[in-house]
C-alpha cells in the first residue's frame, strides 16, 4: 500500500530565511510525486510534481523539490520565504497507471516577520 | 483555466438528514476523489470514480455513499448525517498520470 510521511505538523521559519519540508513516501513502483499548498479557507493548489528525469523540479512561487529514491524522501526547498508562504503544506503520491492519490497529514507553515 | 466547482462552500444540517454534496468539472477527466480533510488528519479518501458508475471505496467510506451518472459530475451522500461528519469535504479530478485538481471545499457542519 502507498504511504506519505510529514513528520514536521508544524515549522516557523523567519521571513527572509530558507525553508525544507520533509516529505518521505513508500511505493512498490516509480511514483508520482506532487506538493500541494492550502491558503486558509481554500482548496488545494499544485506546487509541483515529480513524475521521471531530472529528479531536481521547480514548481511556482520560486518552490523546488528534490526526488532522492535511496531515501524515498521528495523534500520541498525555498531560499528564501515571504510572508505570503504561509499556509498548509501536503505532499502526494501516486501512480502514472492508476487512480488513486495519497495525502500525507500535512505541514503547516508560519512565517515571523 | 481548469476548473473543480462544489456546490456549497457552507452547509449545516441536522442529525440523520440525508445530505448531498455536489461536485462538477469541466476538464474532462476520467478519475473524481472525494477526500475529507480534519486537522492533524491530512486528507483522506472516502471514495473515487474512475468512470461514469463506477466507484471504488476509499480508506475511509463507513457513513458515505457517492454517484456517478455522469463524467463531469460526482456526488458524496451522507445517508444519515451525524457529528463526527463534522468536517471539510474537498472534491477532486484527475487524468490518469497526471495531476489532481481542487474545488474549493464544502465545509459541512452537522448539528
Known amino acids: 500500500a502507498q504511504s506519505v510521511t510529514q513528520p514536521d505538523i508544524h515549522i516557523t521559519v523567519s521571513e527572509g530565511a530558507s525553508l525544507e519540508l520533509r516529505c518521505n513516501y513508500s511505493y512498490g513502483a516509480t511514483p508520482y510525486l506532487f506538493w500541494y499548498v492550502q491558503s486558509p479557507g481554500q482548496g488545494l493548489q499544485l506546487l509541483l510534481k515529480?513524475?521521471?528525469?531530472?529528479?531536481l523540479v521547480q514548481g511556482i512561487k520560486g518552490f523546488e523539490a528534490e526526488f532522492k529514491r535511496s531515501q524515498s524522501s521528495f523534500n520541498l526547498r525555498k531560499p528564501s520565504v515571504h510572508w505570503s508562504d504561509a499556509a498548509e503544506y501536503f505532499c502526494?503520491?501516486?501512480?502514472?497507471?492508476?487512480?488513486?492519490?495519497?495525502f500525507g497529514t500535512g505541514t503547516r507553515l508560519q512565517v515571523t516577520l | 483555466d481548469v476548473k473543480v466547482t462544489q456546490s456549497s462552500r457552507y452547509l449545516v444540517k441536522r442529525t440523520g438528514e440525508k445530505v448531498f454534496l455536489e461536485c462538477v468539472q469541466d476538464m474532462d477527466h476520467e478519475n473524481m476523489f472525494w477526500y475529507r480533510q480534519d486537522p492533524g488528519l491530512g486528507l483522506r479518501l472516502i471514495y473515487f470514480?474512475?468512470?461514469?458508475?463506477?466507484?471504488e471505496k476509499g480508506d475511509i467510506p463507513e457513513g458515505y455513499s457517492v454517484s456517478r451518472e455522469k463524467k463531469e459530475r460526482f456526488s458524496l451522500i451522507l445517508e444519515s448525517a451525524s457529528t463526527n461528519q463534522t468536517s471539510m469535504y474537498l472534491c477532486?479530478?484527475?487524468?490518469?498520470?497526471?495531476?489532481?485538481?481542487f474545488g474549493q471545499g464544502t465545509r459541512l457542519t452537522v448539528v
Open positions: 470514480s474512475y468512470d461514469v458508475k463506477m466507484k
Open positions: 477532486a479530478s484527475r487524468s490518469t498520470g497526471a495531476e489532481a485538481f
Open positions: 515529480y513524475f521521471s528525469g531530472d529528479t
Open positions: 502526494a503520491v501516486g501512480a502514472g497507471t492508476a487512480s488513486k492519490l495519497t
